[in-house]
């Protein structure tokens, strides 16, 4: 093992997709294994953390991405206003809001964050509960 010159080996920015959590998108094997991150990042914080590596996960919310939601757009065009209607600020995330999260969680000012899951959502976790296909085509649980 080699340490930096500050002292650091490096760190671990695992993703979590809020979209699983809250039943967006319901894929049992992935759903399980982003899951199962926020636990790992703990237990390498954990047995790691005194060599200088800092593990975390950020749990990213509703992303504004046209590939992602090509199916959901194609079948409802105004799907992410929808979504972001619910989110308490108003709209969906960006990929360079989300991409300023990593970028500071991989960062020196982040150095006293170990082992934890970063929720960066917008609020929707506190406040829009789930998201989701329902039978009456709609997305949204009444």
């Known amino acids: 093992r080699e340490v930096g010159v500050d002292g650091n080996c490096g760190r671990i920015c695992g993703i ?3 979209c699983f959590e809250n039943l967006i998108v319901a894929t049992l094997h992935v759903a399980n294994c ?6 790992l990042v703990m237990n390498i914080a954990t047995a790691y953390g005194r060599h200088g590596v800092n593990a975390n ?5 509703t992303v504004e991405s ?9 079948s409802d065009p105004e799907i992410l206003v929808k979504i ?4 308490p600020r108003g709209k969906v995330g960006t990929p360079e809001e989300a991409a ?10 982040s150095a006293l ?10 609020g929707w976790s506190i406040a829009a509960g789930t998201c989701r296909p329902q039978a009456d085509g709609s997305w949204f649980d009444a």
């Open 66 to 74: 046209p590939a992602i939601w090509k199916s959901a757009l194609d």
């Open 34 to 39: 982003k899951g199962a991150l926020h636990p």
């Open 16 to 18: 979590y997709c809020k």
């Open 84 to 87: 972001g209607d619910r989110n």
């Open 113 to 122: 964050i170990n082992g934890s899951l970063v929720v960066a959502d917008g």
């Open 100 to 109: 300023r999260v990593l970028v500071w969680l991989a960062s020196e000012e």
């Open 57 to 61: 996960a950020v749990a990213i919310g």
